[in-house]
């Protein structure tokens, strides 16, 4: 029996993968030799997560992997029609970032609370100037995305007595469905969007959507970056619809040096780092070895994504 | 029957004192005045809780205030060995300050795992440049100051996933001595400085104490300047013995524009504002007012300070 095939679709630093030695091939590859070396693997494990090479790559109907795991959350990076209308099985990295990433947003909507980008401005110039700031306690978030970083966002802001509304595409239990969005937001302090991108939220935080908002309100996207249209958000900053924001993700990453979005009053910019702490590419390595495990002695793989939809329908998770 | 005289210690804006109208003669002091005035007041309200004047102003064994109420949680500006040994009874503001500055702690906290200050730092440059930061789950906090303040900092922290342990004066219930701190200190993630200033807490955290701790760890300091030696503090960073600190008090205050602590690499300055929540001047109104119903009324006050000790002794505080 040949041991399968595992090709890496590489980033620096590579996974760590010395565990599976003689019971799988590890094969490498980068944008280049990807589509070349597709046809002879068993499984691709996406690592770099940041390239749209698996899209343009992926063979049709040709020999192709049986399974595609990506080390991230979202997969609109590596969706395609040929993909979803294959039977290749696709799974992402549930369970390693959403901590992390709750952790981010509660760092931001704090820091906004407490005025803290200014209070650094006022250090570089040596300016003692004591300002109000806001109690966290009992303001209100909705957050847009009910899977599970939009669910932990949740968890983490509750316990700070924030009241959250979390947003879904369809109402189920505790989660609103997104016909309650234009309302919940009205009266939100804090709009958190952290849902997947698909054609139903692509651009789905727009001009409308910033209009409806309090000008005391902040605007977080840790999602992707093309659920927000970046230039309607640089417009409702200048224009004071609403009182400040936050992106950790754009429509074009890196952020090019030129870009206006560094230089907008009220808007934080930060480099796609909300689900990155110390140790998490070991996690990522370490979460495909124990899924490759169950994989290779046939058994079910957690977190598919239902690639019709775009992501990992949240059916199996407990509220 | 004439009103009882409330003589204010004024700063701007004033006290909201109406409900008292008909209830209470309200007259008004400035630091220099105060000396004059003291001697016609059954009731001081240190307004100006920044003010050391009442020190200065006591009027020893000649006719006094009975009762003196500072809108404030600390009464370091307000005791001396007159006041101590005199029957006059002294409140503070317990109950107001203590979720604002544990939301502020925790924002602070957050800021430092996510590198939130060098984010906005090369926001100003313009480069996208990605880290890893901490997660915050699972990191240890000491909060030194047992009272109310360093209890909701605790109850906050711990929301957030941190393990902290509380070190307070002497050991009690689920409080560590101080005799523990050199123990915990060294093994903390950061270390939360929320105690009362006393002869024993003066100076506390100094080049010995900041020997101790690990090279990534945090110091916060949100309780009274004097706590700290700040040169020593300054030290400690310049030497990297720990990896950032945040200071929202200070020796002297306002900190003068020529103090070398605004451009100290790792040390973030705010203005004494971790309390200072929209709305917080009308609450220590209001807590006053509703004070001076229970006094009038013959009926015991709450939070009196400990002449001897220095502070509100907690044990009215349920742990």
């Known amino acids: 029996m040949t041991a399968p095939v595992i090709l890496v679709l590489d980033s620096d630093p590579p996974p760590r993968l010395g565990r599976l030695t003689g019971r799988a091939v590890v094969r490498h590859a980068d944008e280049r030799t990807l589509a070349a070396r597709l046809p002879e693997a068993d499984v691709l494990l996406v690592w770099d997560f940041t390239s749209d090479a698996v899209r343009a790559a992926w063979p049709g109907d040709g020999p192709r992997p049986r399974w595609v795991h990506t080390a991230s959350a979202g ?16 799974t992402n990295a549930r369970g390693v970032f959403e901590r992390p ?21 006022l250090q570089r110039q040596h300016r003692w100037s ?13 957050v847009v995305g009910a899977g599970p970083v939009g669910r932990e966002i949740m968890r983490l802001l509750n316990a700070l007595g924030v009241r959250v509304a979390l947003v879904g595409r369809t109402a189920r239990r505790t989660i609103h469905g997104v016909e309650d969005l234009d309302r919940l937001a009205a009266s939100a302090d804090w709009v958190i969007a952290a849902a997947p991108l698909t054609e139903a939220t692509r651009g789905m935080f727009d001009a409308r959507f910033f209009g409806l908002l309090q000008p005391s309100a902040h605007f977080v996207n840790v999602g992707r970056g093309l659920l927000a249209v970046e230039e309607d958000l640089v417009e409702a900053l200048r224009r004071r619809w609403i009182a400040g924001a936050a992106l950790d993700v754009f ?48 058994e079910p793989l957690p977190h598919t994504v239902d690639l019709r939809r775009g992501y990992v329908p949240s059916t199996d998770i407990p509220d």
């Open 75 to 90: 997969v609109d990076r590596l969706l395609c029609p040929e993909l979803a209308a294959s039977p290749t099985v696709v």
């Open 101 to 121: 990433i709750a952790e981010y947003v509660a760092g931001l909507v704090l820091a906004f609370a407490k005025d803290l980008p200014r209070t650094l401005d």
């Open 130 to 142: 004591h300002r109000e700031t806001r109690g966290l306690a009992g303001t209100r978030a909705v």
């Open 251 to 298: 429509q074009e990453e890196p952020l090019d040096p030129s870009s206006p979005l560094w230089d907008v009053p009220g808007l934080l910019v930060s480099p796609h780092m909300s689900g990155d702490t110390a140790g998490w590419r070991d996690r990522l390595g370490e979460q495909f070895v124990a899924m490759y495990e169950r994989w290779a002695a046939g």
